[in-house]
């Protein structure tokens, strides 16, 4: 049967496997969003209506991240099209698989200055992996599909497709694409990896930095063969965080991102070896970890690496990560052991390592210390919930604090540091796992870049406990300028009643006072149904300790 393009490419979306769309409808593509609600196979891609076009990527991100599959976004000509950048640069930059939808002005008025006329695929280009306008209707299907083979590629990221209005609306003749299988990469020559184990039995101190592209299931599991066999410590990034399991929590020595004080960073700068394993750059640049080493480096990854004056590494092997990583552990005929005098090191500072999660005793009785919701949160929070968290000085507490053992359970934009990711991301962690309790934290001044979703949270009854930690200032600006400056500037903003603004949504409101303890309110938050927001009255009196300079490291 003859179909509109808008036909074809939904129904190659459903051929593709694609559970949701994410958008804002508008004439140029309601076509798009006609086949998609009004479609009677039962495999159609649910239609998530949203409130900003930058939250609908957010949430297409999150699906990506979650599941390694596209999430799809669509959206209509010019603003909707444009307002999709910071979320596409976002997925790009974090390794989130996305395919972008934006509708365009017909064939014939693209040379005119006429009404939401915006050069789409152009201005897409420098944020996107594959940024293609289609100017065929028979070519619709074909574009999806490579579109998906983009996204999914190492390294995933973001992708796009502009349609014009009489090509989603024209007749298409050409049969529909079929979902072609990923394409498979391969484990390295035996020469190579039989020198990757030598330069391990030979270390003294070698150490994994475990990143973003080792997060996946399949590459964790392999990593925590590889650790029960060769124990190794290992330092995760922000987007590596739930690599380590709780069997292997002796060997978890912290995350690494932003300031250069942590533990992590004190045993990468002693090790003689490090081996990056999914690392990427921009998680947290060499130069804040390999300048002025004097180890060696092993690259393991499914991609290339970015060579820099601070990172070449003495040996850079690409692959399969999780074939790759499980004939390493073949390789080791017996288990590893680390030299004596390495262990009692490492155990003196995993002793100190540890005691940093534990809160001082509250200053204020009116506020609550960083380290004392980290606290309660943790033990609210088991192993299989979801917990996203929005960028802001929250986000250095928790990144260093939280522990998280699955996954890709513990949500991080460390990439680009984009505000107003955490309810977005959210929303969509409640799509996919309707039955778990999902955690987002946010400051004050990053959840209002999206609170306007808690109206789609509502809407589609997610069990979200939205935590906002309030004091006021956009904080990881402020403490940043004081140090630097010893005033600040641009940080203030007025106050907000959580509370009531979650109740003009329809979601319940809690709030932390003197009447209404910490444990007291987040019981709560975690048994009531459908979205919660919890006011948290913050103590960031200490968080200029947060980027103080490197200090003495008890490994001398």
Known sequence: MEQT??????????????????????????????????????????LIVTRHEQNAVFMAAAVGRLTGKPGVVLVTSGPGVANLTTGLVTATAENDPVIALGGQVPRDD????????????????PVTKYSVEVQDPNNLSEAFANAYQAAVDAKSGATFISLPQDVVNAKVQRPIMQHNQPMAQGVLAPAALTQ????????????????????DQATTKALRRFLQKVPLPVVETFQGAGIISHELE???????????????????????????????????????WNQNRKGAVINLDSVAPELTQDYQPDMTLQGNLADTIDELTNLFQDSYVLKSDTQAQLAQIKQEFDRQDTPPQRAHQNTVHPLEIVQELQKQVDDSMIVTVDVGSHYIWMARHFRSYEPRHLLFSNGMQTLGVALPWAIAAALLYPDKKIVSVAGD????????????????????????WVDGYYDMVRFQEQTKYGRTAGVDFGPVDFV????????QGLRVDQQHSLPQVLTQAFVLSGP?????????????????????????
Not at 18 to 26: A, D, K, M, S
Not at 500 to 507: R, W
Not at 532 to 546: A, F, K, R
């Open 110 to 125: 693209l040379a005119r200055l006429t009404h939401q006329s915006i050069p789409n695929q152009e201005i897409l280009n």
């Open 445 to 468: 001044g990053g959840f209002l870049f999206s609170g306007q979703e808690l109206e789609t949270a509502v809407r589609l009854q997610a069990n979200i406990v939205q935590l906002v």
């Open 196 to 215: 990757f184990v030598q330069r391990i039995q030979k270390a003294h101190l070698p150490v994994i930095l475990a990143g973003m592209r080792a997060s």
């Open 250 to 288: 002796h060997l978890y020595y912290g995350r690494v991102g932003l300031f250069r004080n942590q533990t992590g960073d004190m045993l990468l700068k002693q090790a003689d070896l490090v081996i990056t394993i999914g690392y990427d750059p921009i998680e947290y640049e060499a130069r804040n």
């Open 532 to 556: 919660v927001i919890v006011e948290i009255p913050v103590d960031y009196s200490q968080n200029q300790q947060l980027n103080q300079e490197l200090l003495d490291n008890p490994f001398n």
């Open 5 to 46: 393009g808008a036909q074809a490419l939904v129904q190659t979306m459903i051929n593709y496997g694609i559970q949701y769309v994410f958008g804002i409808p508008g004439a140029k593509v309601d076509a798009v969003f006609e086949a998609l609600a009004h479609n009677d196979d039962p495999q159609t891609p649910r």
């Open 500 to 507: 009531k603004y979650a109740h003009s949504f329809g979601a």
